[in-house]
């Protein structure tokens, strides 16, 4: 691939770590934007950028990809859309689709840029752009939201993906995105916020290991990201939580009961569930 400028906005955890992968295992010049001059400053004293970007750089870009929050990314496009170049692939790193891909499909054939959505599968508990790093993305998942997409623009963000370190691109729909990430992503997160809540979790010190790490580490949550991704697919996220609830009511039902056979096929059948997955 040719070398190409690209510009992030949002120099958070993501957008932070694509600029630093970017920057790393790529040739590409890597312009940045965020409201935030000490994440700016911090980017540019770590040679995650080449330097700042600006509107009138818009022309000249490249790829644009949007590292913002789903509203925030939508009216990042719908404002400076129309400066970009016809060839010019906008991209987003949004945790849902279904309320970003139609508006950002519909801003590409009204201002002329060619959208392609993504979502880089990989996080931390830690946010902003000190917590971010060149190999956050080694061996993880890339998932390839095309919406229509021209090959040639499909392309490009599959080996922009292979070459800052993900292990794969999976490519969908946001419709079935929103399905999958409910339950891979949102229902754990959901579901510590939830499990620290507990009276007992203050004093959990001393009697946890490994169980209470797994189970509460997505609890150090950004409430305010994560309020908005949970409001925007709140249909498929409620219907895994439901699907939870009616497990966890199996369980309490078979303890209640005191019903060691129905508690038994209960535990084997999740046993299985894991083993039949190889995990």
């Avoid at 925030?72 to 129309?82: D, Q």
């Avoid at 689709?97 to 508006?103: E, F, H, L, T, W």
Wanted: aromatic share 8%; charged share 25%.
């Amino acid at each position: 691939m040719q070398p190409k400028t690209i510009l992030i906005v949002g120099l958070g955890l993501i957008g932070g770590s694509i600029a630093k992968a970017l920057r790393t295992f790529t040739p590409h010049r890597v312009l940045a934007m965020d409201q935030d001059p000490e994440a700016l400053d911090l980017a540019m004293a770590c040679g995650a950028i080449e330097g700042p970007g600006y509107v009138e750089d818009l022309p000249q870009v490249d790829v644009l990809w949007l590292c913002l929050y789903p509203q925030a990314a939508v009216e990042f496009a719908r404002k400076y859309g129309a400066a970009l170049r016809e060839d010019c692939i906008v991209s987003d790193a949004c945790g849902i689709k279904n309320a970003v891909c139609p508006q950002l499909m519909e801003l590409s054939r009204e201002l002329g840029f060619v959208f392609v959505g993504g979502h880089p599968m990989a996080g931390k508990e830690r946010s902003g752009f000190e917590a971010s790093e060149a190999t956050l993305f080694r061996g993880a998942s890339y998932l390839l939201v095309p919406c229509g997409a021209p090959d040639w623009a499909k392309d490009t963000m599959k080996e922009l993906a292979m070459d800052m370190g993900f292990g794969r691109v999976v490519e969908t729909t946001p419709e079935h995105h929103d399905e999958m990430i409910a339950y891979t992503s949102q229902l754990p997160h959901a579901l510590a916020c939830a499990y620290v809540l507990s009276p007992r979790c203050p004093q959990h010190k001393g009697f946890s290991a490994g169980s209470y790490r797994d189970v509460s580490r997505v609890a150090r949550i950004n409430e305010t990201l994560w309020t908005e991704l949970f409001l925007d697919n709140r249909e498929a996220l409620s219907r895994e939580l439901s699907t939870l609830i009616e497990n966890l009511s199996s369980i309490q039902f078979a303890l209640d009961r005191e019903d060691g056979e129905a508690l038994r096929a209960l535990l084997r059948k999740g046993r299985q569930v894991k083993e039949a997955l190889g995990e």
